[in-house]
């Protein structure tokens, strides 16, 4: 099997957070003395990309680590779900652990969805019941859980399963250029908003935030990145609707 590792953004609580629901890559080097991190120039400024490498397949096999430790109740209004985090063990580089911290982190910002009053979200430890669960998951095994055709580029969400497919988690999309962290947050945010029963909505205008519920991993539309469900303190979305954009696919 080949493995493509590729440099991942900051993990923990950096590494926060396409969208498509179906009702629808150097092992580190070794050098004496060690180099400086490297650093991507982009129009945005440097970017530091000497982090921790996420590895995955493009295939991988379907058995995962499901995150042990549970978490505390986020939100104080609203209906109360459980979710378990589960992360395909063919991904190296990050932990099932690593990857709960950074979406409960999603969750705790009071711009998500439990910020709203309507929902309050507790990542479930071992042996707990959950509602349902979010999956980072290598691509062929995303088309798997999404009960889709051969896509292996975005991510949904299928009944009880909010399937981050890891070649988004890694790369993002060109419409976010190098803001991965802010991508991240999106992904979890608009996955998991399918869960809450929200559909796709449309861009409300040129120039403005595009809804979290806007299918971003596929084109703006005009509007600009927007991660939350929650815009300067208010929920914010757009005409429902969604796009009729192309496919995309990885090099």
């Not at 109740?73 to 063990?89: F, H, N, S």
């Not at 969750?107 to 980072?136: C, M, N």
């Not at 403005?208 to 939350?228: K, S, Y």
């Amino acid at each position: 099997m080949n493995v493509l590792r590729i440099a991942g953004a900051g993990l923990a609580v950096l590494a926060l957070a396409a969208c498509s629901a179906p009702a629808t890559e150097s092992a580190p080097l070794e050098a004496s003395p060690a180099p400086p991190p490297a650093v991507e120039k982009t129009s945005r400024g440097p970017v530091n990309v000497a982090v921790p490498e996420i590895g995955y397949p493009k295939e991988g096999g379907g058995q995962y680590e499901i995150a042990a430790a549970g978490g505390p109740v986020i939100g104080t209004a609203g209906q109360l779900l459980t979710y378990r985090i589960a992360l395909e063990r063919d991904i190296t580089g990050l932990s099932a652990a690593g990857f709960a911290e950074a979406v409960e982190a999603v969750f705790a910002d009071p711009r998500s969805w439990p910020g709203t009053g309507k929902w309050r979200l507790r990542r479930a430890g071992s042996g707990e019941r959950f509602d349902f669960t979010i999956y980072l998951a290598t691509p062929a095994t995303r088309d798997k859980l999404c009960v889709s055709s051969y896509d292996r580029y975005t991510s949904c969400r299928n009944g009880n399963s909010v399937v981050i497919n890891v070649a988004r988690w890694v790369h993002g999309v060109p419409d976010y250029g190098a803001d991965l962290v802010t991508y991240r947050q999106y992904v979890v945010n608009h996955e998991t908003g399918h869960r809450l029963f929200h559909g796709h909505e449309l861009c409300p205008g040129p120039g403005r935030p595009a809804p979290v519920m806007e299918q971003q991993t596929l084109g703006l539309h005009g509007c600009t990145a927007n991660a939350w469900p929650i815009v300067d303190g208010r929920e914010y979305s757009g005409p429902s609707g969604q796009y009729n954009d192309p496919a995309r696919s990885d090099p």
